[in-house]
């Protein structure tokens, strides 16, 4: 069992800056890609940024040159740093890590955060 636990959400105005954490534990043997993805009300989930186990990185065109998405190998951990934030950054973010997970047999897992909100006012 893999478990993300996701922090930094919270209220902010526009124009200003959140950071987003997410730490995955458990039996973890090798991380892959991992992501952030988000939900606003009444639309559908969607990328906002991934990178690779190598660093290389994918953003959505809405958050290119706002958003930067991080990691650190050592701490199973993914960052989203978050500048110039719009109302309609407005959504739950959710975090996603895929990998495989320790032990004899090492099997593939996607697992997901509860996700954390983030609230930008006008």
């Known amino acids: 069992q893999v478990q993300l636990v996701e922090s930094g959400g919270g209220l902010v105005q526009a124009g200003g800056s959140l950071r987003l954490s997410c730490a995955a534990s458990?039996?973890?043997?090798?991380?892959?890609?991992m992501g952030w993805y988000r939900q606003a009300p009444g639309k559908q989930r969607e990328l906002v940024a991934s990178i690779t186990s190598g660093g290389s990185t994918n953003y959505a065109d809405s958050v290119k040159g706002r958003f930067t998405i991080s990691r650190t190998n050592a701490k199973n951990t993914v960052y989203l740093q978050m500048n110039s934030l719009k109302p309609e950054d407005t959504a739950v973010y959710y975090c996603?890590?895929?990998?495989?997970?320790?032990?004899?047999?090492?099997?593939?897992?996607?697992?997901w955060g509860q996700g954390t909100q983030v609230t930008v006012s006008s």
């Open positions: 996603n890590v895929q990998g495989y997970s320790g032990g004899l047999s090492p099997k593939r897992f996607d697992s």
């Open positions: 458990g039996s973890i043997f090798w991380t892959n890609d």
